[in-house]
Every structure is written in C-alpha cells, then in structure tokens.
C-alpha cells in the first residue's frame, strides 16, 4: 500500500491509486483478504453503487423484495437501511469479511467497490448477482457535498485516514478533486462503466440501473429488481398491493421520518439522517455553475466515448 500513489480525496479523506481508482486504505486493506477469504455463493445478491447514487434506497428496497409483508414488523421500522444489508468492504478487519459466512443463503450483500476490484468469484459467473445504480455526476457530487457536511469525522476514523486534513473544502476545491476522480472509489464515470460493460455482457449477471429511472418508475423499477434477483412478485402480491406498500415504505419521506434514521446511528457511526435528504434531480444547479456543470460533463463524455453509457 504504501507504494501506491496517494492524493487527497473528497471527502477529505488520504486516497490511493490503485488499478485505476482512488481508495481509502480501509478498502485497499479489505481488497487482499476478501480476495482470499470472501466465498461468494451462486445465491449471493450484490448491491452494488458508487457512494451517493441511491445505495440507501437501493438496499431498503432489495431488502423488502424478500420479505412477504410490509407490517408494523417489518425490520426497516426499527433498522437503518446499511444495518440491514452490510457492505463487503466495512467488513472488520479481525474477521477479514467471514461475517459473512454466517449470513444464511439467499445473502443480500453491497459494496462501493470498483467491478475489477469485487472478489473474483463474483465476477468469474459462479458467484450470484449484481444489481447496480448509477446516478448523474452532477447530483452525486452536491449529494457528497451535503453528506461530508455531516459526517466527515466519522468518515475519517471509518478509512483509517491518517493523513487526512481537517480543513473543510470549499465547493469549488471539492469539484476540482472530484473532477480528477478523487473520491472515494473514483472516478464515478469510470466505475459506473465497468458496470455497464459487465451488464451488456452478462445481462443476466448484471444489472445496471438509474437513480433517475427509479425516481420517475419506483414500482417498475422494484419489478424489474425483484425479477433479476429471482424473488418475482406472485401475482397474489400484486393483487394485494405488496409493490406498491413496499414503494411507499421505503419511500425517502417515510424512511426520513422513522426515529431510527432521526436519532439513530449506523453501526459505523455514521448518522441515519445524513443517509436521507432531497433525493430529486438537478439539485447540483443551486451550487454549480453552468460552466462547472458543462466541464464536468464534458470530462464525463471524453472518458464514456463509444460506451454508449450516458447519464
Ligand atoms: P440527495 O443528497 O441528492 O438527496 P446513498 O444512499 O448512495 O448514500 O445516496 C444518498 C442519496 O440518496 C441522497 O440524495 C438521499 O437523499 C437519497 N435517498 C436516500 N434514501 C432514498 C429513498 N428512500 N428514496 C430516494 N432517494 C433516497
């Protein structure tokens, strides 16, 4: 690791290069031992985003997918959305992701890592599903921007950060780094690709979904979910509503307002709260000019060429 080039990073957080990405050392550190230790299973699903995308909602709903009522006992009632479904790389460090190994089949599992970087026997076919979100950078960046407001302390102590400053960016240094692909996992536009090039080729491994889609279809989009992670609604459920109670239950206006995600904590530490804000698109417009929004998509389009990925 510490040959690796290091940078800082937004959040302000140390970042390495490494195979083309930036990382904490918390994940460079997790990225050797769930090489050789994580067992994927052909069972597994994988939630898979770049941080600020949708993983929240994305989990919430996943999560509900599989369980057959939306009840006062349903677990998002009492549990943050990240409590419910753990990310690879958080795994701790003693257990080197064998947590994991105790989770009963069929597992719900995320992770922000890169698609070249994922535990080989998720990619090589044997290893489950992978359902991915992306979302436009634009959106993604002000999403981070609200975010490390409200938890970079927590974010630095959580990646092992040692040479993080303590300075608070500004919006325009926060756009600078982000536009050279300095956050966490970045560059977005680079990682978003490698899952929409997974998903043209293994359509049934991989699918690659919008924020913006989810927003404008939320039960198409639970449909579609449902169907690629092989727990389709019966038609009984859909007769009775179990969609559209499960839209409506991890709707970001119900999800904000349960106690849990008001005082609550992850078990990272993170607040619940700073997990739920706007959610609409085009929020960057009230912080970016229109120049910044036009070199920033510009940077996006040179690095996307030919992918026909859009955002
Ligand atoms: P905004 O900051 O634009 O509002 P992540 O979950 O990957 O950390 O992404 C956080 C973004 O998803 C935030 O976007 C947040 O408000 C939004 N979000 C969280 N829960 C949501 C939900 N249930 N429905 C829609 N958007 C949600």
Same mark, same amino acid.
């Given at each position: 690791?510490?040959?690796?080039?290091?940078?800082?990073?937004?959040?302000?957080?140390?970042?390495?290069?490494?195979?083309?990405?930036?990382?904490?050392?918390?994940?460079?550190?997790?990225?050797?031992?769930?090489?050789?230790?994580?067992?994927?299973?052909?069972?597994?699903?994988?939630?898979?985003?770049?941080?600020?995308?949708?993983?929240?909602?994305?989990?919430?709903?996943?999560?509900?997918?599989?369980?057959?009522?939306?009840?006062?006992?349903?677990?998002?009632?009492?549990?943050?959305?990240?409590?419910?479904?753990?990310?690879?790389? /958080?795994?701790?460090?003693?257990?080197?992701?064998?947590?994991?190994?105790?989770?009963?089949?069929?597992?719900?599992?995320?992770?922000?890592?890169?698609?070249? /970087?994922?535990?080989?026997?998720?990619?090589?076919?044997?290893?489950?599903?992978?359902?991915?979100?992306?979302?436009?950078?634009?959106?993604?960046?002000?999403?981070?921007?609200?975010?490390?407001?409200?938890?970079?302390?927590?974010?630095?102590?959580?990646?092992?950060?040692?040479?993080?400053?303590?300075?608070?960016?500004?919006?325009?240094?926060?756009?600078?780094?982000?536009?050279?692909?300095?956050? @966490?996992?970045?560059?977005?536009?680079?990682?978003?690709?490698?899952?929409?090039?997974?998903?043209?080729?293994?359509?049934?491994?991989?699918?690659?979904?919008?924020?913006?889609?989810?927003?404008?279809?939320?039960?198409?989009?639970?449909?579609?979910?449902?169907?690629? @992670?092989?727990?389709?609604?019966?038609?009984?459920?859909?007769?009775?509503?179990?969609?559209?109670?499960?839209?409506?239950?991890?709707?970001?206006?119900?999800?904000?307002?349960?106690?849990?995600?008001?005082?609550?904590?992850?078990?990272?530490?993170?607040?619940?709260?700073?997990?739920?804000?706007?959610?609409?698109?085009?929020?960057?417009?009230?912080?970016?000019?229109?120049? @910044?929004?036009?070199?920033?998509?510009?940077?996006?389009?040179?690095?996307?060429?030919?992918? @026909?990925?859009?955002?």
């Amino acid at each position: 690791m510490s040959s690796l080039p290091t940078a800082p990073g937004f959040p302000p957080l140390r970042l390495r290069r490494y195979a083309g990405f930036w990382l904490t050392d918390r994940t460079l550190k997790f990225l050797g031992a769930s090489h050789a230790r994580f067992s994927p299973r052909p069972t597994d699903v994988l939630l898979v985003s770049f941080p600020k995308t949708g993983t929240t909602w994305l989990k919430a709903l996943a999560f509900s997918a599989h369980l057959p009522s939306t009840g006062a006992d349903h677990p998002l009632h009492r549990n943050n959305p990240h409590d419910l479904v753990g990310f690879l790389e /958080l795994a701790g460090e003693d257990d080197d992701g064998l947590i994991y190994e105790g989770i009963p089949s069929p597992r719900l599992l995320a992770a922000h890592l890169p698609y070249s /970087l994922l535990p080989h026997g998720i990619t090589d076919g044997s290893g489950g599903r992978i359902v991915y979100v992306c979302r436009d950078p634009k959106d993604t960046l002000f999403s981070f921007w609200h975010f490390h407001e409200k938890t970079t302390a927590t974010l630095q102590r959580m990646a092992d950060d040692g040479g993080a400053s303590s300075a608070m960016p500004t919006f325009e240094e926060a756009f600078e780094l982000f536009c050279k692909g300095q956050s @966490m996992a970045g560059p977005q536009w680079r990682h978003a690709l490698e899952y929409w090039e997974a998903s043209r080729l293994s359509p049934d491994q991989v699918l690659f979904l919008r924020y913006e889609d989810m927003l404008r279809d939320p039960e198409g989009s639970l449909r579609k979910m449902a169907v690629f @992670m092989g727990c389709p609604f019966s038609p009984e459920e859909e007769e009775t509503g179990v969609v559209r109670d499960i839209v409506e239950l991890c709707s970001l206006g119900m999800l904000k307002g349960l106690e849990v995600n008001r005082s609550g904590r992850t078990m990272l530490g993170l607040k619940n709260e700073a997990f739920f804000r706007n959610g609409t698109v085009g929020d960057w417009s009230s912080c970016m000019t229109p120049a @910044m929004a036009a070199r920033l998509d510009g940077i996006v389009a040179e690095a996307l060429e030919g992918s @026909m990925l859009f955002f």
